[in-house]
C-alpha cells in the first residue's frame, strides 16, 4: 500500500501530479483542518493563491469518524441517508450534531478569515483540496460551496480516496484528480506515517505565510 510520511509530502506530489494546470491560474482551496497543509504544498508548487472552503463534518453520535453528512459556509447541507438509515439517527439526533458542528463551523470561518479574507473566485478556476476522501460528504459540500462562491470550473483533488467516493464526486466536480484509490477503505489516517490532529494555529499559519508569499510574487512582477 502507497503510504505517504505526512500531509507535506503528500502535498508536493499531489502537486506534482497537478501540474499541468499552472498554466491556467487556478486557486488552490484547502478544506480544513488537515487538507489545508496539503493544500498549502500544491499552491506552492503551481504558484497559485492559497484560501479555504470551511466545511464540517456531520459525525453520526458515539462513532464521530463515520460521516452522516456535512455543513459548509453559505447553509450548505450534505445528508448521507444511508447512513442515517443504516445507523438508526432520528431527525432530533440529526438536528443536535448538525447545530453543535453549525457554531463550530462559525467560529473556524471567523478564525480563518482573520488570517486570510476570503478570494474572489468568480469566473475562476478552483482546485479544491483535502488530506483524504471517505464518504465524500464534506468534498461534496465544499464543491457546493466553491460554486456557491462563483467558481467557473471545480476540480477536486486528494493523495488517496475512497474508491466507492469516486462516481458521485465525478459528478458533482468537474475533475476529480487522485495519487492512490482503495477499498476496502478503514479510513484515511491509514495511508499516512504521521497523521497527528492539526490545531487552527497552524492552519492560520500556512494561510499567513501563503498570503504573504503571493504578495511578494505580485511585488515581484510590479
Keep these: 500500500m502507497d503510504r505517504f510520511a505526512d500531509r507535506r509530502e503528500a502535498g508536493w506530489r499531489l502537486a506534482g501530479r497537478l501540474a499541468t494546470m499552472r498554466p491556467l491560474a487556478p486557486v488552490v482551496l484547502g478544506i480544513p483542518r488537515g487538507g ?38 453559505g447553509d450548505v447541507l450534505v445528508t448521507e441517508d444511508r447512513v442515517v438509515r443504516s445507523a438508526g439517527i432520528s431527525q432530533a439526533a440529526f438536528d443536535a450534531v448538525r447545530e453543535a458542528e453549525h457554531e463550530r463551523l462559525r467560529t473556524l470561518v471567523r478564525t480563518l478569515r482573520d488570517a486570510r479574507p476570503a478570494e474572489d473566485l468568480t469566473g475562476r478556476l478552483c482546485i479544491l483540496v483535502d488530506d483524504g476522501i471517505a464518504t465524500g460528504s464534506t468534498s461534496l459540500a465544499a464543491i ?29 466536480a468537474d475533475e476529480v484528480i487522485w495519487l492512490v484509490a482503495d477499498e476496502p477503505f478503514a479510513g484515511v489516517g491509514q495511508f499516512y506515517e504521521n497523521f497527528d490532529q492539526v490545531p487552527d ?12 508569499r503571493t504578495r511578494d510574487d505580485l511585488d515581484d512582477e510590479d
Excluded at 466545511?55 to 453520535?61: A, E, H, T
Excluded at 460551496?145 to 488517496?160: D, E, F, H, T
Aim: charged share 20%; net charge positive; aromatic share 0%.
Design 36 to 73: 489545508v497543509l496539503v493544500a498549502a504544498e500544491v499552491a506552492s508548487g503551481l504558484g497559485a493563491p492559497l484560501d479555504v472552503v470551511v466545511v464540517r463534518k456531520l459525525g453520526v453520535p458515539m462513532r464521530p469518524q463515520l460521516a452522516m453528512g456535512a455543513i459548509g459556509e
Design 201 to 212: 494555529t497552524v492552519v492560520v499559519d500556512c494561510l499567513r505565510i501563503a498570503t504573504s
Design 144 to 172: 457546493r460551496v466553491a460554486r456557491s462562491r462563483g467558481a467557473a470550473r471545480v476540480v477536486l483533488a486528494a493523495p488517496v480516496i475512497a474508491s466507492s467516493a469516486i462516481p458521485r464526486l465525478e459528478a458533482a
